[in-house]
C-alpha cells in the first residue's frame, strides 16, 4: 500500500519561496509516476508537475518557469520547489502517485493519468 505524507506549506507573501516535501512508503520508486497536484477554492484540482525514474519530468506550462519538482529516491521524498510565488498559487496542494511500470511516456501532467495514490493536502496561502 503506497503512503504519502505532504509537509512544507505555510504561508509566504508574495514574491516569496516554499519547498513541500512529500515522504512516500510502500513503494518501487521505479514503477511509479509520481505527481503534484493543487486545488484552490471554487476550482478544480490541476495538475503541477510530474516525476518518474532518472529524472523525466513533465510541468504545466504555466508554471514550469517558477516551479520545480524533484525526487530523492534514497530518502523516498518528493519535493516542490515554489519560486517568486503569486497569490493565485494559493490552493491546497496534494503529492499523488500512479503505477506505469515501464510505461514511462504515460507520466506527463497532461496524459489523464489516473493517480490511485493521494496525500492529504498541505496548504499553501500567498498573499499579496
Known amino acids: 500500500q503506497v503512503q504519502l505524507v505532504e509537509s512544507g506549506g505555510g504561508s509566504v507573501q508574495a514574491g516569496g519561496s516554499l519547498r513541500l516535501s512529500c515522504a512516500v512508503s510502500?513503494?518501487?520508486?521505479?514503477?511509479?509516476?509520481m505527481g503534484w497536484f493543487r486545488q484552490a477554492p471554487g476550482k478544480e484540482r490541476e495538475g503541477v508537475a510530474t516525476?518518474?525514474?532518472?529524472?523525466?519530468?513533465s510541468y504545466a506550462d504555466s508554471l514550469k518557469e517558477r516551479f520545480t519538482i524533484s525526487q530523492d529516491n534514497a530518502k523516498n521524498t518528493l519535493y516542490l520547489q515554489m519560486n517568486n510565488l503569486k497569490p493565485e498559487d494559493t490552493a491546497i496542494y496534494y503529492c499523488?502517485?500512479?503505477?506505469?511500470?515501464?510505461?514511462?511516456?504515460?507520466?506527463?501532467?497532461?496524459?489523464?493519468?489516473?493517480?490511485?495514490?493521494w496525500g492529504q493536502g498541505t496548504q499553501v496561502t500567498v498573499s499579496s
Open positions: 499523488a502517485a500512479a503505477w506505469v511500470g515501464e510505461h514511462l511516456g504515460l507520466c506527463t501532467v497532461v496524459g489523464g493519468l489516473a493517480f490511485g495514490y
Open positions: 510502500g513503494y518501487t520508486y521505479s514503477s511509479y509516476c
Open positions: 516525476i518518474i525514474r532518472d529524472g523525466i519530468t
